[in-house]
């Protein structure tokens, strides 16, 4: 079945891990992703992240791997001016390119927005910073754990004892690649109605707002500074937050009269729904530590496992803690297969639109050097005066 993005062209000139998911979730909807690294080492992903340092060494670590599949991949040194000549070349060919260069980079290389834009009107440019545009900060470098770190999630995570903590995984550079693909999306719908291309301003720190909004406007409508809730929920209400048990950990997402009711219920705790102090919302809030301190000493009676099961045959919503092999082994995970979604069995995207896509695997260094500049009109013999320059890399 073809994707709705068949017949797309996308220049990934991207690197490390927000840029290429981009470029990938594009892929996953059919566009042809065209990726496009410097000779020698290429994307440093290639060489760095994952638990599997052989990998690493060979150039194929399980970071790279990851947004690295259903890609078409082109090795080709953009500094240098008959490279940059080729680049341009491609770029009229292209419907979107996707980039995450500092705005001095582009600005010295003649690539800016409104460069791409005389080479191309139609092309989509979407660049990738850790800040996004029009300020002073415009061109600080930015990864991942600088945006958590900038952004105040950091400072929400942990507890005043243990201090601020990074999330375990990078939330933030996978965020911006879902952002910077919505982006584009809405950029190609826009050039439907007009003709012209368009430029896609995405920010690290942007995104990392929006993965907070209802913080940000509690705080812009209250002036309440947030703090740190370490395992307790985002809400006024003591029975929501995770819990120890005699084994494991519960979470549970007890916030409204129903839930609370159920729950009473369903940890033989129903005398609580005859005290005042319990009645309302507002009582519960008002009498905290009672009801923590209760319910707390319940749960410790029996496993995370049975409460689980317990608590959701009541209709309480909770979940037990899991460790990520125990999550990716769940009914949701195994039967709709985000893990294995993607092109050559690698994680898709959150969806599920029935669209086909790209079934290749991630692919050495250079491996289409020779076919995607076929595909712009290059003849052999310019081809073998660029590897010969060492403008461009081929595998051996």
């Known amino acids: 079945m073809a994707g709705p993005l068949t017949g797309i062209r996308v220049i990934d000139w991207t690197h490390v891990l927000a840029g290429p998911a981009c470029a990938y979730y594009l892929g996953q909807l059919g566009a042809d992703v065209i990726k496009v690294e410097r000779p020698g080492r290429g994307d440093a992903m290639r060489h760095r992240g994952g638990s599997d340092t052989d990998r690493s060494a060979s150039g194929a670590s399980t970071a ?24 341009a070349r491609l770029l009229r060919s292209a419907d979107v390119l996707v980039e995450n260069h500092r705005p001095t980079t582009l600005a010295r290389l003649n690539l800016t927005e409104a460069d791409t834009r005389a080479i191309n009107p139609r092309l989509i440019h979407c660049a990738m910073t850790g800040y ?59 050039r439907t109605q007009t003709g012209a291309g368009g430029f896609v301003d995405v920010s690290m720190l942007d995104t990392a707002f929006a993965l907070m909004s209802s913080t940000i406007t509690d705080y812009r409508l209250t002036g309440v500074e947030p703090r740190p809730r370490g395992n307790a929920a985002n809400s006024r209400s003591p029975s ?17 009269e129903a839930q609370f009711r159920a729950l009473a219920t369903a940890i033989g705790k129903a005398e609580w729904l005859e005290e005042s102090r319990f009645a309302s919302a507002r009582a519960r809030s008002d009498h905290r530590a009672a009801i923590v301190q209760d319910l707390c000493a319940v749960l410790l009676t029996r496993s995370a496992m049975e409460w689980e099961d317990i608590l959701l045959a009541a209709g309480v919503p909770c979940a037990r803690l899991r460790s990520v092999a125990e999550a990716l082994d769940l009914p949701p995970a195994t039967e709709r297969r985000f893990a294995t979604r993607g092109p050559a069995g690698f994680p898709g995207l959150p969806f599920v639109i029935g669209a086909g896509m790209p079934d290749a695997g991630p692919r050495d260094l250079g491996a289409d050097t020779c076919a995607v500049l076929g595909d712009i009109g290059l003849g052999d013999a310019e081809i073998d005066a660029l590897l010969a320059a060492g403008v461009i890399e081929q595998p051996m």
Do not use: W
């Open 240 to 256: 929501a937050g995770t819990f120890a048990c005699r084994e494991g950990h519960i979470s549970l997402g007890v916030n409204e």
């Open 64 to 87: 790279f791997q990851t947004q690295g599949a259903g890609k078409r991949y082109l090795c080709l040194d953009v500094d240098h001016p008959e490279g940059r000549a080729v680049f």
């Open 132 to 190: 996004g545009r029009g300020h002073a900060m415009a061109d600080a470098p930015a990864y991942d754990v600088n945006i958590q770190a900038i952004s105040g999630l950091m400072a929400l995570t942990g507890t005043v004892e243990t201090g601020p903590i990074r999330t375990g995984a990078p939330i933030i550079d996978y965020a911006t690649g879902l952002a910077g693909a919505l982006g584009v999306m809405s950029a190609l719908m826009t």
